[in-house]
């Protein structure tokens, strides 16, 4: 008996091959639906892959027929007992079951070799479902894994998880370039667009506006953050550079030496500092320093975990919101970017009580992983203000610049 293996982008485009290599006598034996495995499943399709079988006899006969000839077979393929067939087109054959002879015409042997065809399809369904199960996993990401933008979108996923942005956001702007680009784009133009995504998504940032009108700007954040050397490093900008007139208040009377450290930048600028010890004070030192234009409020360094503490601190930007004064209030929360991203999202919830306040993110000379920036920023819709890289007063502060966060994201410099 021949045994041989044909394949095609379907049954029907197999059977044929095997038909026209054997001839029409051929029996199917197995149909199989074989999935690319690899690399090669990102360029190529699925394909059907069956075995078909001939006695040597009818080959030989087919052969030197050059031509299909049901009328020169002289053997039977066997098997199954209800599913013996004779492929002789007209000669007298007996059943296997009832023993009487029986005359079997040349156009029921098509059918017949469908019937054997669709036993055997039904056999191998047991050995198809496990083959699904095994490739569950596969057959989940068949619609990515076939789109010829996905090898480029996932190496820029793998660089976007390298760079510690969660996966969850990570996954949100991939998902929208997908659905976004062409069939088939060039990786500079995905590129391109998840740059462009990325961006949208940091925001314009919002810094203290020049427009003229009052404010007090609260410095508010854990311990260790650098929230006074941050007020030094922006008041120095409006003192120097910009000839406004500001002062100091301090609320930090916990932290030894805090005070004197603000003091020693008011000297250096020549403002006056004021030092509350309760959040009453608040509002008197406000009303000392009404005649002028920015008030830069440094707080206590407060754990997120420690209610009391923390409510204290609200307590104080309420009770001045509530107060009629005549000034816009502004609120940084100050976040080291070295901080883990867990400890970030629970310090943002401590402090969710309170609307508009504005991202300052400092240390980002400490780490090369940015991706907290973008993952806060989208946890709480809040903007992006400033960034600091150092310990340099007035120097290492600047506008959070979009475009180099996001290239820095995407593995750029």
């Known amino acids: 008996m021949i045994v041989k293996k044909y394949t095609g982008n379907s049954d029907t485009e197999a059977i044929i091959k095997a038909k026209e290599d054997l001839g029409p006598t051929a029996v199917v034996l197995n149909v199989r639906t074989m999935k690319q495995r690899g690399l090669a499943r990102l360029f190529k399709k699925d394909y059907v892959e069956i075995t078909a079988a001939l006695e040597e006899k009818e080959f030989a006969s087919n052969v030197n027929a050059k031509k299909p000839s049901f009328s020169n077979s002289s053997e039977k393929q066997s098997g199954d007992v209800n599913s013996k067939i004779d492929l002789k087109a007209d000669e007298p054959t007996i059943d296997a079951v009832n023993g009487k002879t029986t005359a079997r015409p040349a156009e029921t042997i098509e059918k017949k070799l469908d019937s054997l065809h669709d036993m055997l399809k039904n056999q191998m369904v047991k050995e198809e479902i496990s083959e699904k199960a095994a490739s569950a996993e596969d057959d989940n990401k068949t619609k990515n894994e076939n789109s010829a933008n996905f090898k480029s979108l996932k190496l820029i996923y793998n660089k976007l998880l390298e760079n510690e942005v969660d996966e969850k956001y990570a996954n949100l702007i991939i998902n929208d370039i997908e659905n976004s680009l062409k069939k088939e784009s060039n990786l500079d133009s995905i590129l391109a667009s998840v740059y462009q995504k990325i961006i949208l998504k940091l925001g314009e940032p919002a810094v203290l506006e020049d427009d ?202």
């Not at 609120?331 to 300052?360: G, H, M, P, Q």
């Open 212 to 413: 003229g009108r009052r404010k007090a700007v609260f410095f508010i954040g854990p311990t260790g953050v650098g929230k006074t050397t941050t007020i030094a490093k922006l008041a120095s900008d409006f003192k120097l550079n910009r000839k406004k007139k500001i002062a100091m208040v301090t609320a930090d009377t916990y932290r030894i030496a805090a005070v004197e450290q603000l003091n020693t930048y008011a000297g250096i600028l020549d403002v006056p500092v004021n030092v509350v010890y309760a959040p009453s004070e608040m509002e008197g030192a406000i009303k000392d320093f009404e005649n002028y234009e920015y008030l830069f409020i440094d707080t206590a360094g407060r754990s997120h975990k420690n209610k009391e503490q923390r409510d204290e601190i609200i307590e104080m930007i309420n009770l001045v919101k509530k107060a009629d004064f005549d000034l816009d209030i502004v609120v940084f929360l100050v976040i080291s970017v070295t901080t883990k991203y867990k400890d970030v999202i629970e310090i943002c919830d401590a402090y969710k009580e309170l609307e508009n306040y504005r991202l300052l993110f400092t240390k980002l000379d400490e780490t090369s992983s940015l991706g907290n920036i973008l993952n806060i920023r989208m946890y709480t819709n809040a903007q992006l203000s400033y960034t600091t890289y150092g310990q340099n007063v007035p120097d290492d502060i600047e506008c959070a610049d979009v475009q180099k966060l996001a290239k820095n994201l995407l593995g750029g410099e």
